[in-house]
């Protein structure tokens, strides 16, 4: 099993920055992608980026491609989520997942830290 437990969210003002933290632990060694989603209020949880453990490849969805950034800390098994110029609209739980070698989805999630953007 791996435990993600995620922490740096908050409330933040229109064009603020906060920077979101995931640290793994468990059978991290297991762990093939991370990712980070997020869930507003009364709409579908949505991808927001994600991370492979060994190569570092990343990809961003459209609404936050050049405002967010996903990093990682592989002697930490920790990821980051930068995220910059933040908008009313980014204002959602965000959560870790984790994905483990030969699945073919994330098997394993955060239980999720609120970003609150005012205008």
């Known amino acids: 099993q791996v435990q993600l437990v995620e922490s740096g969210g908050g409330s933040v003002q229109a064009g603020g920055s906060l920077r979101l933290s995931c640290a793994a632990s468990g059978r991290t060694f297991s762990m093939s992608v991370m990712g980070w989603f997020r869930q507003a209020p009364g709409k579908e949880r949505e991808f927001v980026a994600h991370?492979?453990?060994?190569?570092?490849?990343?990809y961003y969805a459209d609404s936050v491609k050049g405002r967010f950034t996903i990093s990682r800390d592989n002697a930490k098994t920790t990821v980051y989520l930068q995220m910059n110029s933040l908008k009313p609209e980014d204002t959602a739980v965000y959560y870790c997942a984790a994905s483990v070698v030969g699945s073919g989805g994330y098997d394993h999630w955060g239980q999720g830290t609120q970003v609150t953007v005012s205008s």
């Open positions: 991370i492979t453990w060994s190569g570092g490849n990343t």
